[in-house]
């Protein structure tokens, strides 16, 4: 399904072109592995794929895609159409539902779906508050249900990793694990733009997206 996914047309679909391709679970801002492929956009390789695992288009039925509904915010059912599109382009049939925001990703509606539309948001800026919650199978965020002992004693043995450059290749090979068991579709990470006037000083982007004001001035 990673293969079918034209991310650079649903970029400028669902976000306007502010957003960059994703590669992995991970932003570039937190974690850039240059090493990282991800998957491009291939719909034959994708249709290839099927193929050998013994899909012949459409024989399961039609999956179910969800989505959360938003007010004032049509990125997921603009992400879900799109993937909808995509998928029937390589034999996949999808229904498309929506669902308030206090129903979505209970339990009673991800045991009953297929695919299901979703962000995850660091707080820390640190790559083990975006791995943790998402590929854990001990954490209820893990919606998933993605389940590695591999991924998780890395997971676990990288915490304590006290030098910084083996903790970030530790954290590559961790990525790496999960891109290629693909429990996600991989989208797009958002990007924030800011303008400011050239007298305004001390503009630092945090890899999170926020700035703090306390560290800028006006340079008069």
Known sequence: MNYCINKEELIQLATNGLATAAKGPLPPSILHDPHLTGYSYNV???KSLLEQAGFKGNQKGTLNLVFMEMI???TYPLIAKATQ?????IGIE???TSRPRTEYLTPEVYNTVDIFVYRWI???GDPDNFLQPMFNIKNATDFTR???P???SLMESAISIKNPIKRQEQYYEIQQKIVEDAPWIFLFHNTNDYVFKPHV???KIHPLGFYKLNNMWIDE
């Open 44 to 46: 034959s390789k994708a």
């Open 72 to 74: 004032g915010d049509q």
């Open 85 to 89: 599109k995509y998928l029937k382009e």
């Open 94 to 96: 999808t229904k498309i």
């Open 122 to 124: 660091g707080d820390t």
């Open 146 to 148: 993605y389940h590695s």
């Open 150 to 152: 591999e991924v998780e």
């Open 201 to 203: 000083k001390g503009v």
